[in-house]
């Protein structure tokens, strides 16, 4: 089993050999991901040793202190988060060994191709349709929408309806989509922001070999179990300072000016710090846990709570800044590869943040996962249970 | 080994898993609600017998107390575990205030026979403040005056049980009186589980252990740190309770837990539970090494956890109906605690005013 002490040393050796002052960013990160530092849970040969996940902190903490490039995680969050899990998953022996080492780099961007206009809480209802040809390709032909980074990415997961005759769940077959086929077109759909982060994306006669499907035919609703799960926890393992998250704006700002303070702002901004503080300490703790080996289930409720105080800080963030709060810092329509909390002002923070609890699954849905999942109280009423996907009121 | 450590530990250890385990064995076999209902209706709301297994049986009473001393030598990390069971079950015995705050107390004053006694649980200690001032706030003082102490304190905690009282007096001493020297009077108390006393010193002697200020600020600091745990477990069970409740009760020919309202409305309170964790831990941990961030870690505690433990609480009432609000279903025993320990050892605005301070965001 890899250690810790032959982590560190085979991180020495990757300074060693590629010192970050003189190499070429994409030269390290690919040199980085052939030594198995990259993920070093992942198994050997895909970017990893196959070392305990939590070792990852101690190879990262020696790449930083050398000033090593990181693979720029933000930008390629999708990827990462949920792309990469799944393919570790499902993917074959073949796919893994394709699609791996560009994501980790970030030379290849990952979009989701998963919500529709008319199946976003009820993902499973989706009508994107895929007919196989015979034993060869499928042609996938429907629309899909909000979909974050469609126009820089290069790949997609996508989930599509390949039999309409049972059930929603059991119809759905999930896919790995090329981004440049000529019968995908993306348009930028723009948000409250005035941006255009995400988009609308159009799918016309779009051929997957079969050789780019992820599992089995009709298991994609396993599969992408797999994704959103995934999707759900990324956030829970972050370790963040004090003040690292939204609260630390609002904090400098009311600690730099003190002409702006009341006594009203002040019980918000003292209660939503305090707040804050135990969120931060429950990732922690989440965190020890999963290094622990004994993975809780407070991963669900993170995104839960994150998305409450981000929206409830930037709110008071606005008021706080009096006549400045009029103001907004820029509504140019643009298309941002990567959401940026930190580089704009409060009035975009608030906008953006309200997303915080519709992406990924709304709060209303989450907390019925809560409540199901973790307190085991009854499901909702199921009336599309039986019922063909094609017979479904829609 | 005191290397220091960049976050503090917020799990819980095998000991201190095994501590709970046996801590809830035995609640579970001498403390249930129904006794403690009729218990707290009685003159007699202390439960004398538990506090003797618990503290001659099982030593807990001695565990933040050095074991040259008497003690187990433990540290705040398991008094909090101890805690979160206590809180579970209500329990009626003055732990909080006679191993943690008093305790603390002789400890800051290195009163080491003293510390002795309470640690075996023989005798129980209660400091002479009134169980809602935090940890550097004022606090009331008696008269010494020709060697003897005068005057009246109220809301002393568990102080009906005391046998030795911890007085601060207005010549900054702390001094220790021997119950059976003063007048303890109960009050008629929100918290029938905790209740209040007003103690009367009409020329008591009383021994002088030290400066009462950095005492009493030491034991209150303690005190509001590891209620936390306390509340953390008192909410834990309402919402178990509440879960489990809502998953039999029938209405409209379903369970009730299954309506989304309530479905919501639990999940989000298990939500609070679970900050409300690491907020606990944090603050017995910080508490347990001297780390540096204690008065901040016991702040954000405090300031987190009276709200939620009450929320918890009500919750719990409403979602159980009718039942709820009866006199013999014993949610009513957790609603009360919850309250009282809103206000003990300072409410979370004075939880929030402390740490405006320590972390620098100044009112205006
Ligand atoms: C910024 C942003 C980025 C996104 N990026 C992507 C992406 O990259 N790829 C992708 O595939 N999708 C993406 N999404 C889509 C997102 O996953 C969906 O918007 C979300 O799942 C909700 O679906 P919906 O918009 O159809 O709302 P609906 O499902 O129509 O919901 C409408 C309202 O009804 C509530 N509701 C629905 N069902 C229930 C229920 N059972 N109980 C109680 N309330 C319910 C919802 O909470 C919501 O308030 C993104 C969304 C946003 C805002």
Redesign the interface.
């Known amino acids: 089993m890899t250690d810790a002490s032959d982590l560190r040393r085979r991180t020495a050796e990757l300074l060693a050999a590629y010192p970050p002052a003189t190499t070429d960013r994409l030269d390290f990160l690919r040199a980085r991901f052939d030594a198995g530092l990259a993920w070093v849970h992942y198994p050997e040969g895909l970017g990893g040793l196959g070392a305990p996940r939590s070792l990852q902190a101690v190879v990262d903490a020696d790449l930083e202190a050398e000033g090593a490039p990181d693979n720029d995680p933000r930008r390629i969050g999708i990827g990462l988060g949920m792309a990469a899990p799944t393919i570790l998953a499902y993917g074959t022996q073949e796919q893994k060994r394709q699609y791996l080492r560009p994501l980790w780099t970030g030379e290849e961007v990952w979009c989701q191709l998963f919500s529709e206009p008319g199946a976003g809480s009820d993902l499973a209802a989706l009508g994107t349709r895929a007919v196989r040809e015979g034993d060869g390709d499928w042609v996938v032909n429907g629309q899909k929408v909000w979909t974050s980074s469609a126009h820089v990415a290069r790949w997609a997961i996508l989930i599509a309806r390949t039999d309409p005759d049972v059930p929603k769940h059991r119809g759905i077959t999930y896919f790995i989509c090329d981004m440049t086929d000529p019968g995908i077109e993306v348009r930028p759909l723009r948000q409250v922001t005035g941006e255009a982060e995400f988009n609308e994306v159009f799918i016309t006669d779009v051929r997957i070999p079969d050789a780019r499907r992820l599992g089995e035919i009709g298991d994609g609703w396993k599969v992408a179990q797999t994704t959103l799960n995934n999707e759900r926890v990324a956030i829970g393992g972050m370790r963040l300072p004090r003040e690292g998250g939204m609260i630390g704006p609002v ?1 400098k700002t ?2 730099e000016h ?1 002409e702006l ?3 009203d702002l ?2 918000r ?3 939503l ?3 804050s ?3 931060r ?2 990732a ?2 989440l965190r ?2 999963l290094v ?1 080996g004994q993975p809780g289930p ?1 991963g669900a ?1 993170m995104k ?2 994150f998305a409450r105080l981000n929206q409830e800080i930037s709110g008071l963030e606005v008021e706080l800044r009096g006549e400045e709060g009029l103001l907004y810092d820029d509504w140019t329509m643009r298309r941002p590869e990567l959401v940026d909390f930190v580089g704009r002002d409060a009035g975009y923070r608030y906008l953006r943040s309200k997303g915080n609890s519709i992406e990924g699954g709304t709060t ?1 849905v989450l ?2 996962i ?3 999942r ?8 199921r009336t599309d249970k039986d019922v063909a996907w094609k017979d479904l009121s829609r | 080994m005191t290397t220091p450590r960049a ?5 819980y250890s095998e000991d201190e898993e095994a501590l709970r385990a046996a801590v809830r064995d035995l609640l579970s076999d001498h403390c249930d609600a129904a006794g403690v209902i009729a218990r707290v209706e009685s003159d007699a709301p202390h439960d004398r017998e538990l506090w003797k297994l618990l503290a001659d049986g099982m030593g807990l009473a001695g565990l933040l107390v050095p074991e040259e001393l008497g003690g187990q030598g433990a540290t705040h990390r398991e008094v909090a575990v101890v805690l979160e069971e206590l809180g579970r079950s209500v329990a009626p015995v003055p732990y909080l205030t006679s191993a943690v705050v008093a305790t603390e107390a002789l400890l800051a004053a290195d009163a080491r026979d003293l510390l002795g006694e309470l640690a075996s649980g023989r005798r129980i200690g209660a400091l002479a403040v009134a169980l809602n001032v935090s940890a550097g706030s004022a606090y009331q003082v008696v008269r010494f005056e020709d060697g003897a102490l005068h005057g009246r304190l109220t809301g002393i905690a568990d102080a009906a049980v005391a046998d030795v009282l911890l007085v601060p007096a207005d010549d900054g001493g702390l001094y220790a009186v021997d119950a059976t020297a003063a007048t303890v009077t109960p009050q008629v108390s929100l918290d029938l589980t905790r209740p209040v006393a007003e103690v009367t010193l009409d020329g008591a002697p009383g021994r002088l252990l030290g400066d009462a200020e950095p005492a009493v600020r030491r034991a209150l600091r303690a005190g509001a740190g590891l209620l936390a745990s306390e509340q953390l477990g008192l909410a834990e069970w309402t919402l178990t309770e509440t ?1 489990r409740y ?2 039999q009760r029938k209405q409209f020919n ?2 009730v ?2 309506f ?1 309202a ?3 409305r ?3 309170l ?2 609070e539970v ?6 606990a ?2 603050a017995a941990d910080q508490l347990a090494t001297s780390g540096d961030d204690a008065d901040l870690a016991v702040a ?1 505690a405090q ?2 956890a009276a709200p939620v433990a009450v929320h918890a609480a009500e919750e719990a009432l409403q979602l159980h109906g009718g039942i709820g609000m009866t006199w013999e279903h014993p949610v009513h025993l957790y609603l009360k605690r919850a309250k009282a320990d809103s206000i003990a050892y300072g409410t979370a605005g004075a939880h ?2 402390a ?2 301070e320590l ?6």
């Not at chain 1, 973790?374 to 009423?381: D, N």
């Not at chain 2, 976050?7 to 799990?11: E, F, G, N, R, V």
């Not at chain 2, 679970?274 to 907020?279: D, E, F, G, K, Y």
Request: no cysteine; net charge positive; hydrophobic share 45%.
């Open positions: 904090a009311w600690r003190p303070r009341t006594h002040h019980q901004l003292l209660k710090w305090v707040e503080e135990a969120a300490l429950t922690e703790r020890q846990q622990a407070e409720g839960l709570a209303e907390l019925n809560v409540a199901e973790v307190l085991g109280l009854p499901g909702e009423p | 976050q503090p530990d917020l799990l879960v809502l998953k379903r369970p837990g299954g989304q309530l479905k919501h639990l999940a989000q298990w939500l679970v900050n409300l964790r690491a907020t831990r944090n954000v300031a987190f929030r005013a740490l405006a972390v620098d965001l100044q009112a205006p």
